[in-house]
């Protein structure tokens, strides 16, 4: 039986030793799955199939219907929660996400608790009532990361945030667009939104009419209501970046935050940020920005939080620039988003490397060329291995370089959603089309696994 912390696995991290470093030398060769039971295996094994199949994640709630048109809605929610839910899903009720998470510490993983909601770029929910709600599921959230009461959690913890389910995607596309006149981003500073935060004032913004206005204090409200909670309770946040059309706003709100509580001040002796952004490899302008953003937290003396990943929307982002005919705002194919992975990478280990813990980077990536590169140039610059760096893979993806990593004393995240399955599963397909690429890439995953089942059926009398 594992303890929790970090179980000793003989050989799924090589401890060859690198010539002149003390680290272990990763080898994502599938050796840490000995550490998963075999019902785990197998359902990885199958769910990870089933996913590469494309007409089930494009047509997947059609799919779902006619499952429980046929096999009713009990036994198909049963399928569902021994397959795809128990596979990427931490659960329901609090005491089964506890337990999901209390495994992966066991298995040396750390919990990124994200609450599955979200706004299309389009639409508006309507209602303070139904972000008030989400804010509610947040606060949750918060809890569940810090684990049950008188538990000591890992540090640091962490939790995602995605900014449109406390404000509307409608407000931050307006945003958006008003940044970009010189006359209402005076009126848009960090400096006065986080004032407002803070003091609950009406801005008043010239630009937007008055129920816009006040849905923007109601939103700052609820940001500071999320962020002072999540601080109380030593829990940081990493908000999500979505579409082009929104982050602008979402970096806006980001930086508001950042003023309040990435200051010295708040942030503490060793300056480690509360509130982190992500930025998304796959956006032409990403390393510009990204080092624009560095620069200017380094000058104010604030913290800087980054979770970088290659970014999920690119298909809908082409798709618009196309409807629109306006320039694609994305890289033109695959390797150039993976060299502006790995130049935005390289930059933020620079900053780590200067400014210690004020400055906090997640490599959130499965790619393994990605994970070497910052394992690799961590060594170099003698950056530690539990320290301003981390690593973040989604929970059920990528569990052969997760355990190695986790194996080998790096900190590692899982991003896990949770709750109820007719709420989640939506979400997860969204997910799924997001991520086609990565699910159809998961070949590698897969041969490993069936390599590790074939190895115990083999040793089996
Ligand atoms: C912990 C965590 C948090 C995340 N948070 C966010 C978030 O806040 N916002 C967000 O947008 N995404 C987020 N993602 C998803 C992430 O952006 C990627 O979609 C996902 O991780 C796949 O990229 P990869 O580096 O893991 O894998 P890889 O297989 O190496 O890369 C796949 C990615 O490469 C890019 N790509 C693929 N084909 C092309 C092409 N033809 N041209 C240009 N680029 C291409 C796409 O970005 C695609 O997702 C998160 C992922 C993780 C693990």
Request: charged share 25%.
């Amino acid at each position: 039986m594992l303890r929790s912390g970090r179980p000793l696995l003989s050989r799924g991290v090589s401890q060859l030793r690198a010539s002149g470093d003390q680290r272990p030398v990763l080898r994502f060769d599938g050796e840490a799955f000995r550490l998963k039971r075999t019902g785990e295996l197998v359902r990885a094994l199958l769910v990870l199939r089933l996913c590469a199949w494309p007409p089930l994640v494009t047509h997947g709630l059609t799919l779902l219907s006619w499952s429980r048109r046929l096999l009713g809605s009990r036994l198909s929610g049963a399928l569902l929660r021994a397959s795809v839910y128990g596979q990427f899903v931490a659960g329901e009720t609090t005491a089964e996400v506890q337990d999901s998470v209390q495994r992966l510490q066991g298995l040396g993983l750390r919990p990124l608790l994200a609450v599955p909601i979200e706004e299309e770029p389009g639409t508006d929910r309507g209602g303070e009532a139904w972000y008030e709600g989400n804010l509610k599921a947040m606060l949750h959230c918060v809890d569940l990361s810090c684990g049950p009461p008188g538990s000591l959690p890992p540090q640091p913890v962490l939790m995602q945030l995605k900014v449109t389910a406390l404000t509307s995607a409608l407000l931050c596309k307006e945003l958006t667009l008003r940044l970009g006149e010189p006359q209402s981003a005076k009126e848009l500073s960090p400096e006065r939104l986080a004032a407002a935060m803070d003091s609950g004032e009406d801005l008043g913004i010239s630009s937007l009419s008055s129920e816009q206005n006040q849905h923007l204090g109601a939103s700052l409200s609820r940001f500071h209501r999320i962020a002072q909670y999540a601080r109380s309770r030593g829990v940081r946040l990493l908000v999500d970046a979505e579409y082009t059309s929104l982050n602008p706003a979402l970096s806006l709100f980001v930086s508001s935050l950042a003023q309040c509580w990435n200051s010295r001040e708040e942030a503490g002796r060793d300056g480690t940020p509360w509130v982190w952004n992500t930025y998304q490899a796959y956006l032409q302008d990403t390393h510009e920005r990204l080092t624009r953003a560095a620069e200017e937290a380094e000058r104010k003396g604030l913290g800087f939080g980054v979770k970088l990943v290659r970014g999920a929307y690119l298909e809908s982002e082409r798709a618009l620039a196309r409807e629109r005919g306006t320039a694609d705002p994305t890289q033109p194919d695959y390797e150039a988003t993976s060299r502006s992975y790995s130049r935005c990478l390289e930059l933020m280990l620079g900053h780590v490397c200067r400014r210690g813990s004020q400055c906090q980077l997640m490599v959130a990536s499965h790619n393994e060329e990605s994970v070497h590169q910052a394992v690799k140039r961590m060594s170099e610059l003698g950056i530690p291995l539990d320290g301003p760096v981390c690593f973040g893979q989604l929970l059920g993806m990528c569990d052969h370089v997760s355990l190695a990593l986790g194996q080998a004393g790096y900190a590692i995240y899982k991003s896990i959603p949770y709750g109820a399955l007719d709420e989640v599963i939506p979400y997860l397909l969204r997910r799924a089309q997001e991520n086609r690429s990565v699910l159809q890439g998961a070949r590698r995953e897969q041969g490993l696994l069936s390599q590790e089942l074939l190895r115990r059926l083999s040793r089996s009398p």
